[in-house]
């Protein structure tokens, strides 16, 4: 399995911006998908994720009410909306992915698979 996350770019404090991600290789729908982050000086932390096959989602307190991941159309496709974005939401953002569900926070030791990050910068 391969992914790619894309969509991170330069926004204002309050902007909004779409991240995607794009995993190859799930022949089902037995999989989630999840979005970590990783702000500089920082460690790597879990922003949210998505169940394929039921559809439950799930947010960190630090972004609920302001992001919303969706599934996409296409299997193994995902996206992150994120609005009323914040000085603080400045990080490389990550997606990942696992089979089965997920129900809540999953440390990322346990994510199988990992694209490559893209860059989210909130100027205030």
């Known amino acids: 399995v391969q992914l790619q996350a894309s969509g991170g770019g330069l926004v204002q404090a309050g902007g909004s911006l779409r991240l995607s991600c794009s995993a190859s290789?799930?022949?089902?729908?037995?999989?989630?998908i999840a979005w970590f982050r990783q702000a500089p000086g920082k460690e790597r932390e879990w922003v949210s994720c998505?169940?394929?096959?039921?559809?439950?989602?799930y947010y960190a307190d630090s972004v609920k009410g302001r992001f919303a991941i969706s599934n996409g159309d296409i299997r193994g496709t995902a996206s992150l909306q994120m609005k009323s974005l914040e000085f603080d939401d400045t990080a490389v953002y990550y997606c990942?992915?696992?089979?089965?569900?997920?129900?809540?926070?999953?440390?990322?030791?346990?994510?199988?698979?990992w694209g490559t990050g893209t860059l989210v910068t909130v100027s205030s």
């Open positions: 990942a992915a696992r089979p089965g569900f997920c129900s809540g926070y999953i440390p990322e030791s346990q994510w199988n698979y």
């Open positions: 290789g799930f022949t089902s729908d037995y999989y989630a």
């Open positions: 998505l169940s394929r096959a039921d559809g439950n989602f």
